[in-house]
């Protein structure tokens, strides 16, 4: 069964979170988190998705303006992918953004994963891009 929950910075979960993400987002790029790179998200909204008490996704929702919300970080468990997780957790987190006044969902969306917002949704703004050595691609949404 799946949940949804708010992690608090620098807690268990929090430490759970940065495991899970490096895993899927960093290691395969050759990548690591730096202390000053995790500092930065110590007012966001972090969320994480659990499946029988077990991290099995989470993503980050970082204000940009006073209507806009970006999700970070989202990442899903190798082994959890292809069941929905994703989805679900985005339905979570735009709903959370929702809540708290936002009107606009925006994101840098890897090129691999941007099949998965169009169907949820998500328009690209603008060309491709590269960031942390891929191609991405900014994607958005109305609320």
Do not use: W
Not at 8 to 21: F, I, K, N, P
Not at 93 to 100: S, Y
Not at 106 to 120: D, I, N, Q, S, V
Request: glycine content about 8%.
């Amino acid at each position: 069964m799946l949940s949804f929950r708010f992690i608090e910075y620098g807690s268990a979960a929090y430490q759970d979170m940065v495991t899970l993400r490096d895993i899927v987002l960093r290691k395969p790029l050759g990548l690591t988190y730096t202390e000053e790179y995790l500092q930065k998200e110590i007012n966001d909204q972090l969320l994480g998705c659990y499946t029988n008490e077990s991290l099995s996704g989470c993503c980050i929702l970082t204000p940009f303006n006073d209507t806009t919300v970006q999700l970070r970080q989202m990442a899903v468990d190798n082994a959890s992918q292809g069941q929905g997780i994703g989805r679900q957790l985005i339905l979570f987190a735009e709903q959370q953004a929702k809540n708290n006044g936002f009107t606009h969902l925006m994101m840098h969306a890897r090129k691999e994963a941007k099949g998965f917002y169009e169907k949820l949704g998500y328009s690209v703004k603008g060309a491709e891009f590269e960031e942390v050595g891929i191609p991405h691609y900014e994607m958005s949404k109305e609320l």
